[in-house]
């Protein structure tokens, strides 16, 4: 089955960088978009950024243009996220995801997206 592992949350100060990596398995990975989302306490899961599936082509939220960049090896079914200016209203649980629809597409809906880690927390302090 689809498995998506997130790794590299932590503690930052703010300013700081952090760079999550998602590790996934159960699926061809070079064939498909990589979503990462964000949810802070008490708020709705928002999208942060995604990329193609040969990392020809990324967007991103307008909260973390410029500072934030993702990025993906295919040869080892693994997607970056790097965080750099980090600031406190960066702090959530960070997940990773797969998309599975059109090739061309780099959805920003959480709806549209597939399989789901489990998460992983970045907490930024002041």
């Known amino acids: 089955q689809v498995q998506l592992v997130e790794s590299g949350g932590g503690l930052v100060q703010a300013g700081g960088s952090l760079t999550l990596s998602c590790a996934a398995s159960g699926l061809t990975f070079s064939s498909f978009a990589m979503g990462w989302f964000r949810q802070a306490p008490g708020k709705e899961r928002e999208f942060v950024g995604s990329?193609?599936?040969?990392?020809?082509?990324?967007n991103y939220a307008d909260s973390v243009k410029g500072r934030f960049t993702i990025s993906r090896d295919n040869a080892k079914n693994t997607v970056y996220l790097l965080m750099n200016s980090l600031k406190p209203e960066d702090t959530a649980v960070y997940y990773c995801?797969?998309?599975?629809?059109?090739?061309?597409?780099?959805?920003?809906?959480?709806?549209?997206?597939?399989?789901w880690g489990r998460g992983t927390q970045v907490t930024v302090s002041s």
């Open positions: 990329i193609r599936w040969n990392g020809g082509r990324t």
């Open positions: 995801a797969v998309y599975l629809g059109n090739w061309r597409a780099l959805s920003t809906l959480k709806d549209e997206y597939d399989y």
